[in-house]
């Protein structure tokens, strides 16, 4: 009981910093990456806080996956480092009597990684691409916020405003750039109003000015007008695209023998699994070198977890491009890193060394006397 609860709390410890740490970093990161979009029109201002949360939660099986490692391996080699260690092994207690400890702690952690990997991952994708979808079918005068430059859903506009009427239904100093049939067109208007004529959205410009030329002739041509039409784009909801491959439910993955659906699917096991797997990774790598200090474990961590990811990413591009199935791969990967982990483990706790695997010559009868001669 107590080998196994001094354990415990200590691994909840550590486990619970790692996680705030990478949270706060993840955040950090995924803020910046929405600010940029919000920036260049890809999303609306008010869904940030919305897509910073799912973005946390896509990120859900990573982030508990490298924490659940860090935790472990950190706390084994501080054990070592304290000579804890030394302590249990006097006491009967063997390399392997670890393992059962921590799959104890483990395990609540490994279900949240596997219900993040199999349903949060593509609910959370889903869920984004709806909120983008809705905000790319808005028409473009209600992208525009007054005194910024907004370039139009098919990137061939740029409107600026002034200032707007209430109800976005009037607008004052409007200026119009774009580029469209190899002629570059700059129209400016006092005042514009909005009308929808056969479902379509019309900007009716008054009092303004409109200049056209061709692109790379010296040609121009101003035109004065009371009024003038601009179609922006029609009000009533386009077509949806299709859902994307990480939206997919896992269910609908498993029904598909698609390659790229398969992949998807390859790649949320592969998160599941690779959890499972540094477990016992960490109990087969941790140890101390005095001379190299801790920040040398947390150097191993982020090397091993980096090259098991990307082997997992160059797996997912195999099923992919059809060189390797599915099972084949997991049984391949996720199966080989598990023997690998278990025989590492073995030989540590065993004490087995590369002289006790080769065979022994026997020895021969002048040897023999020798040996003989030499004992008291």
């Known amino acids: 009981m107590l080998f196994q609860s001094s354990m415990r709390k200590e691994l909840a410890r550590s486990f619970g910093a790692t996680l705030v740490v990478l949270l706060t970093i993840i955040l950090t990161i995924v803020l910046i990456q929405t600010l940029g979009r919000v920036s260049r029109g890809s999303i609306s201002p008010q869904d940030v806080m919305l897509i910073m949360a799912y973005a946390a939660l896509g990120r859900l099986p990573t982030i508990l996956t490298l924490s659940l490692f860090i935790a472990m391996l950190s706390t084994l080699s501080r054990m070592y480092q304290d000579s804890e260690m030394v302590v249990w092994f006097a006491s009967g207690r063997g390399l392997s009597a670890f393992l ?35 905000y790319d079918q808005r028409g473009d005068l209600d992208r525009i916020a007054p005194g910024q430059f907004q370039e139009s859903a098919n990137g061939q506009r740029v409107f600026f405003i002034d200032s707007a009427s209430e109800g976005r239904v009037g607008s004052n100093n409007i200026f119009i750039a774009s580029v469209e049939k190899n002629k570059n067109t700059v129209t400016t208007a006092r005042v514009g109003r909005v009308e929808v004529v056969n479902d379509t959205q019309m900007l009716i410009l008054q009092n303004g000015q409109r200049m056209e030329n061709t692109l790379g002739k010296p040609d121009l041509r101003v035109t004065d007008f009371e009024e003038y039409g601009i179609s922006t784009g029609q009000r009533k909801d386009v077509a949806a695209e299709a859902i994307e491959i990480r939206a997919m439910s896992t269910l609908e993955l498993l029904q598909s023998r698609s390659n790229s659906h398969q992949a998807e699917l390859s790649w949320r096991l592969g998160l599941v699994f690779s959890a499972i797997n540094f477990v016992v990774l960490a109990l087969a790598l941790a140890a101390v070198n005095p001379r190299a200090g801790r920040s040398s474990n947390v150097i191993l961590v ?7 990811s990307n082997l997992i990413g160059l797996g997912q591009t195999w099923v992919a491009s059809g060189r390797m199935g599915l099972g084949s791969l997991l049984l391949m990967m996720h199966g080989s890193v598990l023997i690998g982990s278990l025989l590492w483990l073995a030989k540590r706790n065993e004490n087995w060394s590369l002289a006790d695997l080769l065979p022994r010559r026997p020895l021969s009868a002048q040897a023999l006397a020798v040996k003989s001669s030499v004992k008291p």
């Open 100 to 134: 059962r400890p921590l799959l104890r702690f483990a395990w609540p952690v490994l279900v949240l990684i596997t219900v993040s990997a199999l349903v949060i991952w593509p609910w959370t994708h889903q869920q984004s691409a709806d909120m983008k979808q809705r």
């Open 302 to 308: 982020l090397l091993v977890f980096i090259l098991y």
